[in-house]
């Protein structure tokens, strides 16, 4: 059976894409930093599914321990390797990191370095085997800077950039890369920020990842409509965004 890697797989989306992949009989390897909350949704997925679902340590947060972590994620997969995705991700608290400089530096590097580190040690991996894909979650705050989130959505544009250039460079390796943008996905994440008819629950974004994953897809909005929203938020000019509340 082909066997894919999801660090971030405890909760939110990427608990909802591990149930996904099981749902279409891929093995899994379930990484994050709880290892207790790992435990359970392998063993229930396993059950469910009747897939092998193995729950490995990992924290992107920890850099000095990331290299061994993901090398025996990747290892644990064996040959039957097909992919790896990247959900973990923190949103952070805007109006903590303006009084402390440690909740900005935490913003930019789970959702920056320690993703992009993560991300750098898988590619190596499949470029050598020269088949493959590399998935990770972005967002739409990375599309344009705005004054309530603006540390997470420049960490979070600058993960896209990077994974367009990985893109580019794993292309001849024949190594597929995705990013996905998600808008509003109903997880703990936005918890208090409202349900709105924008948000989508956590099952209707794997839905989408695994579809777009499945497809081939280079940049894909989750749900789709955040494509159009985007190109709207984006074509407003800078002289009129300054201005807004947003
Ligand atoms: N929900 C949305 O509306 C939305 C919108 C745009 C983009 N996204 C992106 O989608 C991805 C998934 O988010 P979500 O909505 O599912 O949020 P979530 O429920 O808060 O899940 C975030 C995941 O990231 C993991 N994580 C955080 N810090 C980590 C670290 N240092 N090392 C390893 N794992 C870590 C969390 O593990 P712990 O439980 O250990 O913290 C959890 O598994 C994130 O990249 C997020 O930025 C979400």
Known sequence: MPTVIILGANAGIGRALAAEFASHHYDLILSGRDREELVMVAADLSLRHKVSARPLTADIG????????????LNAAGEALEGFVLCAGYLGNPETAKKDLSEVRRILEINFTGSVLALEIAAKHFEQ?????????????????????YL?????????????????R?????????????????????FGKGKG?????????ATDIF?????????????WFWRIIMLVVRKIPESVFKRLRM
Do not use: W
């Open 152 to 168: 997470y959505g420049s960490a979070k544009g600058g993960l896209t950039t990077y994974l367009q250039g990985l893109r580019n």
């Open 62 to 73: 920890k850099t000095e321990v990331l290299q061994s972590a993901m090398e025996e994620c």
């Open 129 to 149: 085997k020269r088949r493959g894909f590399i998935c990770a979650l972005s967002s739409v705050a990375g599309d344009r800077g705005r004054q309530s989130n």
């Open 170 to 190: 794993l292309y001849r390796s024949g190594v597929h890369v995705i990013t996905i943008k998600p808008g509003f996905v109903d997880t703990r994440m936005v």
């Open 211 to 223: 579809r777009a994953i499945k497809k081939h897809k280079d940049v894909v909005y989750v749900p």
């Open 197 to 205: 008819p924008l948000t989508a629950s956590p099952e209707r974004a």
